[in-house]
């Protein structure tokens, strides 16, 4: 299971920095910005602006800003695009990206990765609603990864591999265990109830809205052909 907390929480100096520079193109307008970039509520604004995630983007290959700064921006940005329009859905998923993408490399079962069916098989033998909760999210959270990131990883194997299952078989897994997860009541000591349901009632319209990510900007794994890229985007488009 993932830490609670979020991306936003997590932001440095380095990363307001960053923002103040990215969105204050006249100098004149740098000071306004970093007292606004301290309080809470404008923050949340200024990470919305377009211009920030089209920065980021263009920015040189070592960026000095955190993992949480760049996925978050980066997140909420193609939900915003997607129809999803709850914060905290990008702050959560956002901080899903970070974790696994620092621990796990670039494929998906690099650096530890897990099958589902590990994770699912070890949640029925959970002793305690705590281990369900976690396990639970986390099946969630690997769902997401996943069909999120990695969609031609998913493809191929339905494809072409021994793996008869496809996104929407993944979907409906994560959308179970997080729905599950958030009517427990350690999600609600957490308070995580409201999100991980959220996000279940949206997990294709988030799948969808991670892949375009991909798709577009970013090159987190080896590409397919073109052929079997249109294929997968043809055959597992959701819409809002």
């Not at 969630?140 to 493809?155: M, R």
Request: hydrophobic content about 40%; aromatic content about 10%.
């Amino acid at each position: 299971m993932m830490d609670a907390a979020g991306c936003r929480t997590r932001m440095t100096a380095g990363d307001l920095e960053f923002l103040v520079q990215a969105l204050g193109e006249d100098p004149d307008d740098r000071a306004p910005l970093e007292e606004l970039s301290r309080d809470p509520e404008a923050l949340d604004r200024l990470l919305d602006d377009p211009r920030l995630f089209a920065r980021l983007l263009e920015a040189p290959a070592l960026l000095h800003v955190s993992p949480w700064f760049f996925y978050y921006v980066l997140v909420r940005r193609t939900f915003l695009d997607h129809g999803i329009e709850r914060r905290r859905a990008a702050d959560y998923v956002g901080a899903l990206l970070s974790y696994h993408l620092q621990k796990r490399g670039d494929r998906p079962r690099q650096g530890g990765g897990v099958y589902l069916v590990d994770l699912v098989h070890a949640m029925r033998e959970a002793r305690t609603p705590w281990d369900a909760f976690a396990l639970q999210t986390e099946i969630g959270d690997v769902a997401l990864w996943l069909t999120g990131l990695f969609p031609d990883w998913v493809y191929y194997r339905r494809t072409y591999g021994r793996r008869p299952v496809d996104l929407e078989y993944y979907e409906a897994m994560g959308s179970r265990s997080w729905s599950a997860a958030a009517s427990s009541e350690t999600a609600g000591r957490l308070d995580l109830g409201e999100v991980l349901d959220y996000m279940a009632e949206r997990f294709p319209l988030m799948r969808q809205a991670l892949n375009d990510l991909v798709d577009e900007h970013l090159h987190l794994a080896p590409r397919p052909g073109s052929v079997s890229g249109l294929c997968r985007q043809a055959l597992w488009r959701v819409t809002n």
